[in-house]
């Protein structure tokens, strides 16, 4: 990957469950680093997709009536229209059953198997089918799954193997010369026990179900669905014959990811590369799960919090923010109606929304809506202008981390400081007095072009906000370019600025 390349992806989604606010909240991390990076010059590559092949898939179709295709194109689409809802910025998107998928797969089933990293063998163990998982015995918890608590059932049948032991000391060596290359801390220490305790060969084929795509040369055998979902992220770049060069372009990438899938992206995948001697991911970062009120979501428990309903009850930008903003990258979190409602009034109506509306209304007051030329930078502007600087830097470090919460919270140290700004300059008292216009004028400088800077830094966040903003400021509003635009100094005197309407009305029923 050339330097001012980027490539982020997110894991492909089920199809055999309708997306909901965990699936929204993965894609939303990769969409706000994104629309950041792009802001800082780099080209983006943002892949997302569907996982559509497996036994959960083929049986959740059987019982619609439907062929696993037909249900697929069905849920494929509510995917799609949820990301144009959310306003998701990616370049691509990918579907396991597409041609350009099953090519890429099926290339590199056959390079590993002629280079003897895979063969054919006999495979009993314990398998538990929700997760389409197989567990040794030593890896069950009270004879069920570990992962979801039920009961696997006994299977033995001829399978393709990949010689994962044969990598695990390269694996390991990678991981431990990397310390970034898998986030958090917590999630790569587990990874470093588990390949430490001994990687076996890993079982990718299986015959007992057909919807999946075929072994090339033994069409008994479909492909086990993390070989082939794994996949996805370098079949979109046209691997391995890399026509259009996108593969050079960008590979490797950032995925970003939910714990439970974490080993199947910091072992699994990392030695399937290894074998096809490819360059490893640059990160593998863990995000937590989401709770509702306190409880797991599921479907039987009837709380799953659909994206839809929320968005057209609170709007876009505001549950883009609250995602983000509630609940540290990496952790657990809790989804409640009352948090949500609490963010929305106190982060967006009163602290961004205020500094806004307050500002701009001003101005129309004391300058007709018109910004003047600012006088000589006292102290007060000194301040401002210093933690402006530094807030750039901060925000981008947190986001270099992705710590999504930790930049919001320096964006908002930056609207706060805003907000003191107005109180401790007075404005209003300074308007009475002839003899202040110049510093008037100063005050009035500082406090827009300062709001200029946070539209631009919450856009990656708020994309509909950060324009929105920007169009009241009287500045393009289809430029969200970092880059050009984080110097100090760009609001041009002169410059017509209306009076803001609300940005986040208050939600009253708290
Ligand atoms: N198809 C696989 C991924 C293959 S990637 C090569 C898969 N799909 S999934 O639809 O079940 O999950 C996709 C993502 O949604 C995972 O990252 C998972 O962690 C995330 N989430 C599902 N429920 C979630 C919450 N309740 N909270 C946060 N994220 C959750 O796994």
């Not at 863990?286 to 709770?291: F, R």
Request: charged share 25%; aromatic share 12%; hydrophobic share 35%.
């Amino acid at each position: 990957m050339a330097e001012n390349n980027y490539y982020v992806t997110t894991p492909i989604y089920y199809v055999n469950d309708v997306p909901h606010i965990g699936h929204a909240y993965t894609t939303l991390a990769c969409d706000v680093i994104a629309r950041y990076k792009r802001a800082r010059g780099y080209n983006v590559a943002f892949l997302t997709g569907t996982d559509e092949h497996g036994q959960k898939v083929e049986t959740a179709a059987k019982a619609n009536g439907e062929t696993p295709l037909e249900l697929a194109d069905r849920v494929v689409k509510r995917f799609q229209a949820l990301w144009d809802k959310l306003n998701i910025s990616n370049t691509d998107f990918i579907r396991t059953t597409q041609e350009r998928h099953k090519h890429t797969v099926q290339e590199q089933f056959k390079k590993l198997e002629a280079q003897g990293d895979i063969y054919l063998g006999e495979y009993e163990d314990w398998y538990c089918t929700p997760c389409e998982t197989f567990w040794t015995e030593t890896q069950m918890v009270d004879g069920n799954c570990p992962d979801c608590g039920r009961a696997p059932t006994k299977l033995k049948e001829e399978s393709y193997f990949f010689r994962m032991s044969q990598y695990q000391d390269q694996l390991l060596e990678y991981i431990e010369e990397n310390p970034d290359f898998i986030q958090p801390k917590s999630r790569r220490n587990e990874i470093l026990s588990f390949v430490r305790e001994g990687l076996r060969d890993l079982s990718i084929s299986r015959t007992s179900f057909s919807w999946g795509i075929p072994v090339p040369g033994n069409d008994k055998h479909v492909i086990y669905v993390w070989f082939d979902a794994l996949t996805n992220y370098i079949s979109a770049l046209g691997y391995p014959e890399d026509k259009d060069g996108q593969f050079k372009t960008f590979w490797p990438a950032t995925h970003v990811i939910g714990k439970d899938i974490l080993r199947f992206h910091a072992v699994y995948w990392p030695t399937f590369l290894l074998a096809a001697g490819l360059p490893l991911p640059d990160k593998v970062f863990a995000h937590g799960w989401w709770t509702v009120e306190g409880q797991k979501m599921s479907k039987s428990l009837r709380n799953v919090v659909e994206p839809n309903m929320l968005i057209d009850k609170y709007g876009i930008d505001a549950i883009r923010y609250f995602l983000l903003r509630e609940v540290p990258f990496g952790l657990d979190g809790d989804f409640s109606h009352s948090s949500l409602i609490h963010r929305i009034n106190s982060d967006l109506a009163n602290d961004l929304g205020n500094l806004v509306s307050r500002s701009t209304a001003m101005l129309g007051k004391y300058f007709s809506g018109q910004l003047p030329e600012p006088g000589e930078n006292e102290e007060a502007e000194q301040k401002m202008i210093a933690l402006v600087e530094k807030q750039l830097e901060t925000v981008d470090k947190h986001l270099t981390d992705l710590s999504f919460n930790k930049a919001l919270m320096a964006i908002w140290e930056l609207i706060s400081a805003g907000n003191k700004y107005i109180d401790e300059t007075a404005p209003w008292a300074l308007a009475k007095d002839p003899d202040q216009r110049k510093r008037l004028a100063t005050v009035m400088y500082t406090l827009l072009e300062s709001i200029r800077i946070i539209a631009l830094l919450v856009a990656p966040f708020m994309p509909e906000t950060g324009k929105n903003i920007l169009r009241i400021l009287g500045c393009d509003s289809t430029n969200l370019s970092l880059n050009e635009q984080d110097q100090w100094g760009g609001l041009q005197a002169g410059t017509a600025i209306e009076k803001a309407a609300p940005l986040f009305p208050r939600i009253e029923n708290e």
